[in-house]
C-alpha cells in the first residue's frame, strides 16, 4: 500500500498522513480486504493572545474492520491546527478553531471535528470570552471582572469540553484547560494556584511508538498571568 508516512510496529503497517493525500492499497496480504483499521484525528484548536484558556484538541474517530478495493485511491484529508492570538490586538487577541479532518473509507466518509479555540480577555473593552465548541472544546479564558468564564463543548463520540477560567482575585488570573478525547479540560485551579490542565488524550494502534507515547488528541494547558 502507499500512502502518508508508514511505520511497521509489531508486523503491523501503519500509514500517517500529516498532509492531504491518497491511501491505495495494490495487496490484501492476510486481510482479504476487509480488516482495515483507522484512526482520523482533526486540527487541534489555537490559544488566545491573553490569560488565555488551552486549546481543544481536534475530533478523534477510530474504528476498525473497513473494506477497500485494490488499486483505489481513498483519500485523507488533513486539517490544520489553529493560529494563535496575539494580546496586542485587543479584540482580534482570539485565535482561531482548527479544521476538520476525514478520509473516505469504502464509500463513506469519516469526518473529524476541529478543536474548539480558546477563551480570551480583550484588553480593549475589558471583556472576557469563552472557549469554543469543536471536537473538544477550547478553554475559558482567565476572568477579570469576576465570575467564570466557561469552556466550549465537545462533540459527542470525538472529545469533551474544555474547563472554566477564573474569576480575578488578589491581581492574578488564569484560564482552563482545552478538553482531549480522553477527558474534559481541568477547570483554573485558582488565581493562585496556575491554569486547568488539558484534557487526557486517548491510545490508539496498542504501541507507544504512535502519537505521544501511545496517546492521541490531547488538549493544551491554561495561561497563568500574575
Known amino acids: 500500500a502507499t500512502g502518508g508516512t508508514i511505520t511497521t510496529v509489531s508486523g503491523y ?10 491511501f491505495n492499497v495494490s495487496n490484501h496480504g492476510d486481510n482479504n480486504g476487509s480488516q482495515y483499521e483507522y484512526v482520523v484525528i482533526a486540527g487541534g ?43 496586542s490586538n ?19 466518509t469519516i469526518t473529524a471535528t476541529a478543536g474548539g479555540r480558546s477563551g480570551n480577555y480583550d484588553h480593549n473593552n475589558n471583556s472576557t470570552s469563552q472557549g469554543a465548541a469543536g471536537g473538544s472544546g477550547g478553554g475559558g479564558a482567565g476572568h477579570v471582572t469576576g465570575g467564570t468564564s466557561s469552556g466550549g463543548a ?14 480575578s482575585w488578589g491581581g492574578a488570573y488564569s484560564g482552563g484547560g482545552g478538553g482531549g478525547k480522553g477527558g474534559s479540560g ?35 494547558g491554561g495561561h497563568r498571568m500574575g
Not at 48 to 61: D, P, R, T
Not at 67 to 78: C, D, E, F
Not at 202 to 216: I, P, R, Y
Open 13 to 22: 503497517k501503519y500509514h500517517a498522513f500529516n498532509s492531504s493525500g491518497n
Open 45 to 87: 484548536g489555537g490559544a488566545a493572545g491573553s490569560i488565555a484558556g488551552g486549546g481543544g484538541a481536534g475530533g478523534m474517530l477510530s474504528g476498525t474492520g473497513v473494506s477497500l478495493s485494490l488499486n483505489t485511491n481513498y483519500y485523507a484529508g488533513v486539517g490544520a491546527g489553529g493560529a494563535g492570538g496575539s494580546r
Open 90 to 108: 485587543g479584540s482580534s487577541g482570539l485565535g482561531s478553531s482548527g479544521s476538520n479532518s476525514s478520509w473516505n473509507a469504502g464509500g463513506s
Open 154 to 167: 465537545g462533540t459527542s463520540g470525538q472529545g469533551n469540553a474544555g474547563g472554566y477560567g477564573s474569576e
Open 186 to 220: 481541568s477547570n483554573s485551579a485558582g488565581p493562585y494556584d496556575g491554569g486547568g490542565d488539558g484534557g487526557a488524550g486517548a491510545t490508539w494502534g496498542g504501541s507507544s511508538s504512535l502519537g505521544e507515547s501511545g496517546a492521541f488528541a490531547g488538549g493544551g
